[in-house]
């Protein structure tokens, strides 16, 4: 099978050719959802190509794909930028995750193994000790872990893919913002809400918990926005 070689920051990476904008698009994604390309910075399609040694139709291609995503934007005339994440972005993702997951909690609550459950908690209480200590990244594990296998429940592929199309906005917002021990308490305070209703097979209050819990996500994360705790 043919291939050829592209390089990133970090060295010499082969890539195969068919998947060269499978790549591009990985390696983008994470530098603006790490904070290496700030909000508003410029983005420049033949400057990427030769780093990677690529032509400009996969660049191409990739930037688009990040454009769908709203993690960059194409101004007439001007080029393409690093979105500038708003309220109202901040609005519409915590809308459709809410909507996604309340859904997904009910199957997970009727459905979920109690051993998957009982792990998930017992993570969730690790982490929280572990970000007591000034440790975040068990927290953000557990937290994406929770998430990611409550919507994997479902079985349901176009449910799974809504979610997944807004996952790399959601660790972008983490990734912008200062993450305060509040912030980290009153999660894990509802991660748990969430998973004893499951453990307890109580539909109703799982996903009672589950809408509750993305609305206060809203609300701390417009609350950041507004203080600048979110560099925008």
Same mark, same amino acid.
């Given at each position: ?19 060269? &904008? ?29 780093? $990677?040694?690529? &032509? ?6 990739? /930037? ?26 901040? *609005? ?27 792990? /998930? ?7 929280? =000790? ?8 068990? $927290? $953000? ?7 990611? !296998? ?18 790399? $906005? ?7 913002? =200062? ?11 509802? *991660?748990? !809400? ?10 109703? =209050? =799982? ?5 509750? *819990? ?13 203080? *600048?705790?979110?560099?925008?």
């Amino acid at each position: 099978m043919a291939s050829t070689s592209v390089r990133n920051r970090r060295g010499p990476q082969p890539l195969v050719v068919e998947s060269i &904008s499978e790549q591009l698009y990985a390696i983008l994604c994470a530098r603006i959802t790490s904070g290496e390309y700030a909000p508003g910075s410029r983005l420049d399609p033949g400057a990427i190509a030769t780093e $990677f040694g690529v &032509s400009r139709t996969p660049v191409r291609d990739t /930037l688009v794909r990040l454009e769908h995503d709203r993690l960059v934007e194409t101004r007439p005339r001007s080029g393409t930028f690093v979105t500038r994440p708003s309220r109202q972005d901040v *609005h519409e993702v915590c809308q459709l995750r809410k909507g996604l997951e309340w859904l997904a909690t009910g199957v997970a609550a009727a459905a979920m193994p109690l051993k998957q459950i009982a792990d /998930l908690r017992e993570e969730a209480v690790a982490a929280l =000790a572990a970000a007591e200590r000034g440790d975040y990244e068990p $927290f $953000f594990a557990s937290d994406t872990r929770i998430h990611g !296998e409550i919507i994997a429940s479902t079985g349901n592929s176009r449910l799974i893919s809504a979610r997944d199309s807004v996952e790399p $906005f959601v660790y972008w917002l983490r990734v912008l913002g =200062a993450t305060g021990p509040h912030r980290l308490a009153g999660s894990t305070e509802r *991660h748990l !809400e969430i998973l004893d209703a499951m453990a307890a097979r109580n539909v109703p =209050a =799982a996903q009672e918990a589950a809408a509750v *819990h993305l609305a206060e996500v809203e609300e701390w994360t417009l609350a950041d926005m507004d203080s *600048h705790s979110i560099v925008t």
